[in-house]
């Protein structure tokens, strides 16, 4: 008992080393398999369809979508709609084999960082910019100024930040871009006598219902209707009560939590590690010292500013990683030079800042490397091929319970929400037809199955979201599964009502 005692939880990224490790033995005993892929050529303006290495140029016509069984109507495909290959319907084939051996294990976690520059960069460039805020001490004055606002009624921290987030995941799929705000946000809730759980699960409990109850989202939900053949609008009204009932449930959760442990610290999941948190995030609030000038405040406005112009950019203008990441070194820029901060001393604050997130970018190249080795493996379209023949027939009650388990197994191996819906939607929706249930009550269950999927996946944005504040995943693990079963319960109601009205 004392050896477990001494036993450490492993760090998160050895967490990703063994999953990678079980993948590549996965890869191993999951034969190989491939369903044939559609694309859409703008330029010439056909079809091409890719079967192993061969590709065969199609006509782009409602009747060459007909022949191969794809019920989705042309002008999703020539208005830009759906934009990747998607999987034809019963064209599943067995391959050979491509088990990934040393050599892929050792080479998926840099080819899984090559791919994620994109954002590691981003993480980096937040990385410099907190650091150039907290060299001016904007932080720490606006801190204090808040704690003293928000005296008796820090809860409302948790509603406005859970909601907030909760509404733009469900909008546009703000997921990877919450990194950002863990180094904002953390210090004020520890400042409001809660721990870094709380601030944790307001930001990625936000995302994740968010995300779970998509309405518009153009990454799952307009793509997996899309690929299903349907409007968007078509099953809108179950999601939104859903996402409404779901929001609910999680604040009330969270914030019954926190009420915890603002009464007794002793409480916390995280106690043990209260003053490491603390020290490295905020010093006592008591102790400082520094006045919220008019300078600190045009600082603490252009910091924020920064984050509602990326917001804006992604959801209204467009824009991914690059141009978010260009407004947050602007932001620094333009920060280092009304605080006066002297040319070595930015770089040497803004290399420092970025240095404090090197492990957390490294996690995020780690995480994509574990796809990399089941892309590599060829398995994910084994699974889908067996999902699908699994599910046929059942009784739709059933069917549609079934389904939306298998997308919460799926998402482990697809973890991105608009891969997933490309690859399965043609393959399931039909499914859907010959139990008699509408295919919006489809594009739910895998919404609701890989939303649900995310609050515990460690293949996605979590484990470098937890590494952010210093919290073990199996902390968090601990906090947040009876929250999961809560929702599960909940999203299989909702999916089984929509089968029945």
């Given at each position: 008992?004392?050896?477990?005692?001494?036993?450490k939880?492993?760090?998160?990224?050895?967490?990703?080393?063994?999953?990678a490790?079980?993948?590549?033995?996965?890869?191993?005993?999951?034969?190989?398999?491939?369903?044939?892929?559609?694309?859409?050529?703008?330029?010439?303006?056909?079809?091409?369809?890719?079967?192993?290495?061969?590709?065969?140029?199609?006509?782009?016509?409602?009747?060459?979508?007909?022949?191969?069984?794809?019920?989705?109507?042309?002008?999703?495909?020539?208005?830009?709609?759906?934009?990747?290959?998607?999987?034809?319907?019963?064209?599943?084939?067995t391959?050979?084999?491509?088990?990934?051996?040393?050599?892929?294990?050792?080479?998926?976690?840099?080819k899984?960082?090559?791919?994620?520059?994109?954002?590691?960069?981003?993480?980096?460039?937040?990385?410099?910019?907190?650091?150039?805020?907290?060299?001016?001490?904007?932080?720490?004055?606006?801190?204090?100024?808040?704690?003293?606002?928000?005296?008796?009624?820090?809860?409302?921290?948790?509603?406005?930040?859970?909601?907030?987030?909760?509404?733009?995941?469900?909008?546009?799929?703000?997921?990877?871009?919450?990194?950002?705000?863990?180094?904002?946000?953390?210090?004020?809730?520890?400042?409001?006598?809660?721990?870094a759980?709380?601030?944790?699960?307001?930001?990625?409990?936000?995302?994740?219902?968010?995300?779970?109850?998509?309405?518009?989202?153009?990454?799952?939900?307009?793509?997996?209707?899309?690929?299903a053949?349907?409007?968007?609008?078509?099953?809108?009204?179950?999601?939104?009560?859903?996402?409404?009932?779901?929001?609910?449930?999680?604040?009330a959760?969270?914030?019954?939590?926190?009420?915890?442990?603002?009464?007794?610290?002793?409480?916390?999941?995280?106690?043990d590690?209260?003053?490491e948190?603390?020290?490295?995030?905020m010093?006592?609030?008591?102790?400082?010292?520094?006045?919220?000038?008019?300078?600190?405040?045009?600082?603490?406005?252009?910091?924020?500013?920064?984050?509602?112009?990326?917001?804006?950019?992604?959801?209204?203008?467009?824009?991914?990683?690059?141009?978010?990441?260009?407004?947050?070194?602007?932001?620094a820029?333009?920060?280092?030079?009304?605080?006066?901060?002297?040319?070595?001393?930015?770089?040497?604050?803004?290399?420092?800042?970025?240095?404090?997130?090197?492990?957390?970018?490294?996690?995020?190249?780690?995480?994509?490397?574990?796809?990399?080795?089941?892309?590599?493996?060829?398995?994910?379209?084994?699974?889908?091929?067996?999902a699908?023949?699994?599910?046929?027939?059942?009784?739709?009650?059933?069917?549609?319970?079934?389904?939306?388990a298998?997308?919460?197994?799926?998402?482990?191996?697809?973890?991105?929400?608009?891969?997933?819906?490309?690859?399965?939607?043609?393959?399931?929706?039909?499914?859907?037809?010959s139990?008699?249930?509408?295919?919006?009550?489809?594009?739910?269950?895998?919404?609701?199955?890989?939303?649900?999927f995310?609050?515990?996946?460690?293949?996605?944005?979590?484990?470098?979201?937890?590494?952010?504040?210093?919290?073990?995943?199996?902390?968090?693990?601990?906090?947040?599964?009876?929250?999961?079963?809560?929702?599960?319960?909940?999203?299989?109601?909702?999916?089984?009502?929509?089968?029945?009205?």
């Amino acid at each position: 008992m004392s050896i477990l005692k001494k036993m450490k939880f492993p760090t998160a990224h050895t967490i990703l080393f063994i999953i990678a490790a079980v993948v590549c033995l996965l890869t191993w005993v999951i034969p190989a398999g491939q369903y044939d892929r559609l694309s859409y050529n703008s330029d010439s303006e056909t079809f091409t369809v890719q079967s192993g290495d061969t590709n065969q140029s199609l006509p782009a016509a409602q009747a060459t979508l007909d022949e191969l069984s794809i019920q989705i109507p042309l002008e999703k495909f020539t208005s830009g709609a759906i934009s990747k290959p998607i999987s034809i319907p019963n064209t599943y084939k067995t391959l050979e084999g491509n088990p990934q051996g040393l050599v892929g294990f050792i080479q998926a976690p840099l080819k899984g960082i090559m791919q994620s520059a994109d954002i590691i960069l981003l993480v980096l460039i937040i990385g410099g910019l907190i650091s150039i805020v907290n060299a001016t001490k904007a932080f720490e004055a606006g801190i204090a100024w808040l704690a003293e606002k928000l005296k008796g009624r820090e809860f409302i921290l948790v509603i406005m930040v859970t909601t907030l987030i909760a509404l733009g995941g469900t909008t546009f799929g703000l997921e990877e871009e919450t990194i950002a705000f863990y180094p904002i946000l953390i210090p004020i809730f520890l400042a409001a006598k809660y721990d870094a759980l709380v601030c944790v699960a307001s930001i990625y409990v936000g995302s994740s219902i968010g995300t779970l109850a998509s309405t518009v989202n153009p990454f799952s939900t307009i793509i997996a209707s899309d690929a299903a053949g349907i409007s968007w609008t078509e099953g809108l009204n179950s999601r939104l009560i859903m996402l409404i009932l779901g929001l609910i449930l999680c604040i009330a959760y969270i914030i019954r939590y926190a009420q915890r442990v603002k009464k007794d610290s002793k409480r916390s999941f995280i106690h043990d590690q209260k003053e490491e948190i603390e020290k490295l995030f905020m010093g006592p609030v008591e102790s400082v010292t520094t006045k919220l000038t008019g300078k600190l405040k045009l600082v603490l406005v252009i910091f924020a500013n920064t984050f509602l112009i990326m917001v804006y950019g992604v959801s209204q203008l467009g824009w991914w990683f690059l141009e978010m990441t260009s407004v947050f070194l602007a932001g620094a820029l333009l920060i280092g030079l009304i605080a006066r901060i002297n040319e070595k001393k930015f770089v040497a604050e803004f290399m420092s800042g970025a240095k404090d997130l090197l492990s957390v970018a490294f996690i995020i190249g780690i995480a994509r490397g574990v796809t990399v080795l089941m892309e590599d493996g060829q398995v994910s379209d084994t699974l889908l091929f067996y999902a699908s023949e699994l599910t046929s027939g059942m009784h739709k009650g059933f069917f549609i319970n079934v389904t939306f388990a298998l997308y919460n197994g799926l998402a482990f191996f697809i973890p991105s929400s608009s891969g997933m819906a490309v690859l399965t939607m043609p393959i399931m929706s039909p499914l859907a037809d010959s139990v008699g249930i509408g295919r919006e009550i489809m594009v739910n269950a895998y919404q609701f199955g890989v939303g649900l999927f995310k609050f515990i996946s460690p293949t996605g944005i979590l484990l470098a979201s937890l590494a952010l504040v210093n919290v073990g995943y199996n902390k968090w693990l601990k906090f947040i599964i009876p929250l999961v079963i809560l929702l599960a319960v909940l999203a299989m109601i909702m999916l089984t009502l929509g089968v029945y009205f």
